[in-house]
């Protein structure tokens, strides 16, 4: 039985729930995809956590020993994201997701999301080398143009610093498949590290690390778009107060010419993206909520699932009510249905919530789908990029 203890009894008796002083049930609260703090931002997952934070959180990760898909959303990620579903799912599987890249921030901000900081793969790996340990981190380098990670590995390991180079190897321009053969799996494996650094395109990175996740036994890994290039030195990084103003693209433009149709593309749907979805989310949120703004659940048992109905407002305001709600389903061990039939407003906070309840749900072979949303709030689901949620 789900226990909805932060109602009134007269709500828990309506649902058949009896009230108790025990609280919620939970499930790993310090451990599963509900403790990360993620908001919904056009359609993906971005974790709001600053460098120390992620830092300490891929140690902890190459600590444990246990799978960690790290992920650095840019505007490149998030239009290839809008068209591409199996890109869409490498970043919703992922157990962490960094805004990388200043439009992104700019993007939160707009939608009044707490993003503290962009927190870039290249600035991720210059934090690790700057890490300082007895224990450097055991990197392996895959991918990257002939001779440079080899040329990267030799510099890494030329130095004292927080990172050790355990080996590297280049795939060459096959398919996923030809990339993940048993021989390339076994040499990473067998290498020992604690990170693998992928240096493909990011289409072809993502789908890569989504086809081996089962295969690979090296605790965090990732995709690092140009690092390998800045740590080699054939391509220089823009300067820090370029990186600030936000115009690092025109930066990259400079030092490889052959990038400007990308980002003119990226462009031109960043703004399509920014007339129909951020600014109409953005006036919606300047609105003032009409009654009261609180958040309530009621819950139904269906015969292999749990039916939670959201009644009020769905925002950040209710988030850690919501999350000891959702533990307390997630305990049940069946597919979740949520009624939107009584929800007034939903916002990015707790898109967030039910990406990682979706998460948590996919990872033990269950499902959750939506009932009953009203206009607007379908309207929302469309703005915030996840109707797919609802087409699911």
Same mark, same amino acid.
């Given at each position: ?293 609180? &958040? /309530? +659940? ?11 109905? #959201?009644? $009020?407002? *769905?925002?950040? %305001? ?49 499902? &959750? /789908? +939506? ?11 469309? #703005?915030? $990029?996840? *109707?797919?949620? %609802?087409?699911?």
């Amino acid at each position: 039985m789900i226990r909805l203890d932060n109602q009134p009894p007269q709500l828990a008796e309506k649902a058949g729930l009896g009230a108790s002083a025990s609280g919620y049930s939970t499930v790993a609260p310090e451990t599963d995809n509900l403790a990360r703090e993620v908001y919904g931002v056009l359609g993906i997952p971005i974790d709001a956590l600053d460098r120390t934070s992620v830092l300490q959180k891929i140690v902890a990760a190459i600590n444990s020993g246990q799978p960690f898909l790290l992920s650095t959303p840019n505007v490149n990620f998030l239009m290839a994201s809008q068209h591409d579903s199996d890109f869409r799912k490498s970043l919703m599987q992922s157990d962490l997701c960094m805004a990388d890249g200043m439009p992104i921030v700019w993007l939160s901000r707009l939608l009044a999301i707490p993003i503290k900081e962009r927190v870039s793969g290249s600035d991720l790996f210059d934090a690790i080398q700057s890490r300082c340990s007895s224990r450097p981190v055991r990197v392996f380098l895959f991918g990257g143009r002939d001779g440079v990670a080899e040329k990267v590995c030799e510099i890494l390991n030329s130095r004292p610093s927080g990172i050790r180079c355990v080996g590297w190897l280049n795939p060459g321009f096959g398919t996923v498949e030809e990339m993940s053969t048993k021989d390339i799996i076994a040499k990473i494996n067998g290498s020992g590290a604690g990170l693998l650094a992928v240096f493909l395109s990011a289409k072809k990175a993502q789908a890569w690390l989504l086809h081996n996740h089962d295969q690979l036994r090296v605790p965090v890994r990732g995709q690092f778009g140009a690092t390998i290039n800045y740590q080699a030195g054939t391509v220089r990084r823009a300067p820090v107060v370029v990186q600030k103003l936000g115009f690092e693209w025109l930066w990259r433009i400079k030092e490889e010419p052959y990038l400007w149709r990308r980002y003119l593309r990226d462009g031109l749907s960043l703004f399509n993206l920014l007339i129909f979805g951020v600014f109409p989310i953005a006036i919606d949120l300047r609105r003032r909520y009409d009654g009261n703004e609180g &958040l /309530s +659940f009621r819950s139904r048992e269906h015969e292999g699932s749990v039916e939670i109905s #959201l009644i $009020g407002h *769905a925002i950040k %305001l209710h988030a850690a009510e919501t999350i000891a709600c959702f533990r307390s389903v997630l305990a049940e061990k069946r597919n979740v249905v949520i009624d939107f039939s009584e929800t007034k407003t939903i916002d990015s906070r707790f898109f967030g919530l039910l990406l990682m309840l979706r998460k948590e749900l996919t990872n033990s072979g269950r499902n &959750l /789908s +939506f009932v009953g949303p009203s206009k607007k709030i379908t309207r929302l689901f469309y #703005l915030n $990029g996840f *109707a797919f949620l %609802l087409n699911s």
